[in-house]
């Protein structure tokens, strides 16, 4: 079924399941798939973000979003549909990057190359190599750096 025209949200091609990077050293966790497949430059996602209180600390929660281009970052901000669940690979890898629109408080995710359907979907968190809670993983992301 197709999407309203006027909605703000849309998150009906992507849908969400165990995640792909999961073994048995994470333990499980989930992640976002393709839902359809797309070609690269489609839109993959589009939503809003809503503003976390002054002062919420985010680099000690994983699923919220650096919304700001101040460092350090104060403004925190929670992605509607399925756009917490994307997990991360590094830059050039990721098939996904999300175009955030701070004055609007929304963004979209763009596919960067051509994605299967059931592909897990990826995109480069802005914050990986400097958010406290990202540690481990930016190790994991970056393990085959020279
Ligand atoms: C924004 S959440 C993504 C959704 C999360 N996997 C879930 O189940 O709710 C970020 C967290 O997902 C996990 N994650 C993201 N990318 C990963 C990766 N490439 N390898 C392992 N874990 C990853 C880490 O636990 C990270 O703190």
Not at 14 to 29: I, L, R
Not at 43 to 70: A, H, Q
Not at 117 to 122: Q, S, V
Request: net charge negative.
């Amino acid at each position: 079924m197709a999407a309203h025209p006027d909605t703000k949200i849309d998150c009906s091609k992507v849908y969400v399941k165990k995640s792909s990077f999961s073994n048995e050293q994470t333990g499980d966790f989930d992640g976002a798939f393709a839902f359809v497949p797309f070609q690269k430059g489609d839109l993959v996602e589009k939503g809003v973000m809503r503003r976390l209180p002054d002062g919420f600390d985010g680099n000690t929660c994983p699923y919220i979003f650096t919304w700001s281009e101040e460092r350090p970052n104060k403004i925190w901000g929670m992605g509607s549909g399925c756009s917490p669940f994307f997990n991360t690979d590094r830059e050039g890898k990721a098939n996904t990057h999300m175009v955030r629109y701070y004055d609007e408080d929304r963004f979209e995710i763009f596919a960067t190359r051509d994605i299967e359907k059931d592909e897990e979907l990826t995109h480069t968190y802005v914050s990986l190599k400097w958010r406290t809670c990202f540690a481990d993983i930016n190790e994991i992301v970056h393990k085959d750096d020279p």
